[in-house]
T-cell receptor, first 112, second 114 residues
Framework: DGGITQSPKYLFRKEGQNVTLSCEQNLNHDAMYWYRQDPGQGLRLIYYSQIVNDFQKGDIAEGYSVSREKKESFPLTVTSAQKNPTAFYLC???????????FGNGTRLTVT | GQQVMQIPQYQHVQEGEDFTTYCNSSTTLSNIQWYKQRPGGHPVFLIQLVKSGEVKKQKRLTFQFGEAKKNSSLHITATQTTDVGTYFCAGAYPPGTSYDKVIFGPGTSLSVIP
């Protein structure tokens, strides 16, 4: 079955540590996205990538970094510079512009 | 920058009552999509509207796209407990304005009282 896999489902880190969230898709989609969701709030765009080796900042990119070395993979690194990293992180992909977004199951990151 | 607003933030209805959520963009949209997120889950695509004034129906759900392509609404007739969740609109912007950027509204959380 095709889909988007995010791992791990739950992640705990100490403050000051960088952490990388995995996102892999086997849907052969060109575009991939990272969103952050805080309790009771909507989805805020962190980064997105339309093609391999290219990505753009979203609305809240500060303290995050990404790479897109392969079409299937779009890992997100939450750096120690991110002031409030505890959140639910959702990765999504879509085949092309104007196509629906397909979401992974998300990673819940807790930083203490 | 582009913003998508959505109201109300929360809605509690008695089962069988109707429900409507409204979505507004600060700038003209290329298209708008609607998603539903069940508690503890991830957003799932419901529908996409592309044309000015477009209306689409899915059983008890009716989706509208405004004439100016800056607003949209989702109406649920005779809500059921299975409708519980958060409904998000998501706007995509025309070429030349961060073309592939998809901006979500804050969502409307629907509770249905049996």
């Amino acid at each position: 079955d095709g889909g988007i896999t995010q791992s791990p489902k739950y992640l705990f880190r100490k403050e000051g540590q960088n952490v990388t969230l995995s996102c892999e898709q086997n849907l052969n989609h060109d575009a991939m996205y990272w969103y952050r969701q805080d309790p009771g709030q909507g989805l805020r765009l962190i980064y997105y990538s339309q093609i391999v080796n290219d990505f753009q900042k979203g609305d809240i990119a500060e303290g995050y970094s990404v790479s897109r070395e392969k079409k299937e993979s779009f890992p997100l690194t939450v750096t120690s510079a991110q002031k409030n990293p505890t959140a639910f992180y959702l990765c999504a992909s879509r085949r092309q512009s104007h196509s629906p977004l397909h979401f992974g199951n998300g990673t819940r990151l807790t930083v203490t | 920058g582009q913003q998508v607003m959505q109201i109300p933030q929360y809605q509690h209805v008695q089962e069988g009552e109707d429900f409507t959520t409204y979505c507004n963009s600060s700038t003209t949209l290329s298209n708008i999509q609607w998603y539903k997120q069940r508690p503890g889950g991830h957003p799932v695509f419901l529908i996409q509207l592309v044309k000015s004034g477009e209306v689409k129906k899915q059983k008890r759900l009716t989706f509208q796209f405004g004439e100016a392509k800056k607003n949209s609404s989702l109406h649920i007739t005779a809500t059921q407990t299975t409708d519980v969740g958060t409904y998000f609109c998501a706007g995509a912007y025309p070429p030349g304005t961060s073309y592939d950027k998809v901006i979500f509204g804050p969502g409307t959380s629907l509770s249905v009282i049996p």
